[in-house]
Nanobody, 113 residues
Framework: QVRLVESGGGLVQPGESLRLSCVVSGRIFSAYVMAWYRQTPGKQRDMVATLSNSDESNYADSVKGRFTISRDKNILYLQMNDLKPEDTAIYYC?????????WGQGTQVTVPS
């Protein structure tokens, strides 16, 4: 069983930075995609950044140049710089391992206007 546990969220001022972490436990198959999604109340969960097992990354247009996804062993990171009020959301860690999808419980990021 794969388990994802996020941490690192919080309240920051516009222009500041945060780094989210996601500890991945359990067996991940060699073919996988890891990602960060975010969701605000009443809206769908949107992709923020993805990272494949070949280290190819992709980003939503709204975060390109500000956010960086990376992985170190079993920890997935999301470095978020120059945060804006529109980045306020619950951020979820996601793993697709050989077609099986796993989600973390989410961590709140708040950037007041």
């Amino acid at each position: 069983q794969v388990r994802l546990v996020e941490s690192g969220g919080g309240l920051v001022q516009p222009g500041e930075s945060l780094r989210l972490s996601c500890v991945v436990s359990g067996r991940i198959f060699s073919a996988y995609v890891m990602a960060w999604y975010r969701q605000t109340p009443g809206k769908q969960r949107d992709m923020v950044a993805t990272l494949s097992n070949s280290d190819e990354s992709n980003y939503a247009d709204s975060v390109k140049g500000r956010f960086t996804i990376s992985r170190d062993k079993n920890i997935l990171y999301l470095q978020m710089n120059d945060l804006k009020p529109e980045d306020t959301a619950i951020y979820y860690c996601y793993v697709n391992s050989a077609g099986v999808r796993y989600w973390g419980q989410g961590t709140q990021v708040t950037v007041p206007s």
